[in-house]
């Protein structure tokens, strides 16, 4: 019975590991060239290679384990069980456009308005936090 | 524990002109934890025409706007935050001086 249990979680903690070691390999194969830089466009005399910034991550985990006791008539048991999970993401943004054409090569950066404009309104709670936080000391503290 | 280092792509010929693809990437794992993370971003461009050899660099203009306002959103915070320390009147006695009407406000 106890070596059925073991061998139990044991293969349950096996698969885990295999499932662990494969999001593994995919996190690490983010990290290739070919992910960041899509494959080329031509438009007439030109080429345009499209370029994005890539971020992955994961995280998993995995456990095993048996144990052994009697049951409700007195029979001594024994069981086990293993498992694991996990979860991850990529995210993904485009940062620039590189052009080959006739006349040269050139990179075209790519602005993200929206970006830019949630980063600004983060600046401007700041600002505004700070001059509300400040207004109303002085009129505890102050001379407001 | 952390790992930067830069890769390069399959090179693309185009117009007389090799184009090789640069990127530079961050592997970070957690020691004793499962997973990771990877961050891999655009490092430029390795042009090679007529015998010279060029590298375009690929900046991320968004990332540098987004730096650009959130420092200067934290340094007027801090100048607001200090200049209204630098007018208040210390003690206790100024602040209860001012409590009434304070609290009426």
């Known amino acids: 019975m106890d070596d059925d249990a073991a061998r139990t979680s044991g293969q349950s903690a096996a698969a885990a590991g295999g499932r662990a070691a494969d999001v593994m390999l995919r996190l690490i194969e983010a990290a290739d060239a070919s992910k960041v830089y899509a494959g080329p466009i031509q438009h007439g005399e030109t080429l345009l290679i499209p370029a994005a910034e890539v971020l992955a991550v994961a995280g998993f985990g995995i456990g095993a384990g048996t144990g052994s006791g009697p049951d409700s008539s007195g ?49 401007a709670g700041f600002v505004w936090a700070a001059w509300r936080g400040a207004s109303r000391g002085m009129r505890l503290f102050g001379r407001g | 524990m952390v790992t930067v280092f830069h890769k390069f792509g399959k090179p693309w010929t185009h117009s007389a002109r090799v184009l090789t693809p640069r990127t530079r990437a961050m592997l970070l794992r957690f020691p004793g934890l499962g997973g990771g993370l990877v961050w891999n971003r655009p490092s430029g461009v390795i042009v090679d025409e007529n015998g010279e050899r060029v590298t375009l660099e690929t900046p991320d203009v968004t990332r540098r706007i987004q730096w650009a306002l959130l420092a200067m959103g934290a340094a007027a915070a801090i100048a607001i935050a200090f200049n209204a320390r630098r007018r208040r009147p210390r003690g206790l006695a100024a602040a209860l001086r001012r409590l009434p009407r304070a609290l009426r406000a």
């Open chain 1, 75 to 123: 029979r001594p048991r024994a069981g086990g069980g293993g498992g694991g999970g996990g979860g991850g993401r990529t995210l993904a943004r485009g940062v620039a456009v590189i052009v080959s054409s006739p006349d040269g090569v050139r990179v075209e950066p790519v602005v993200d308005v929206t970006k830019i404009a949630l980063a600004a309104l983060t600046a």
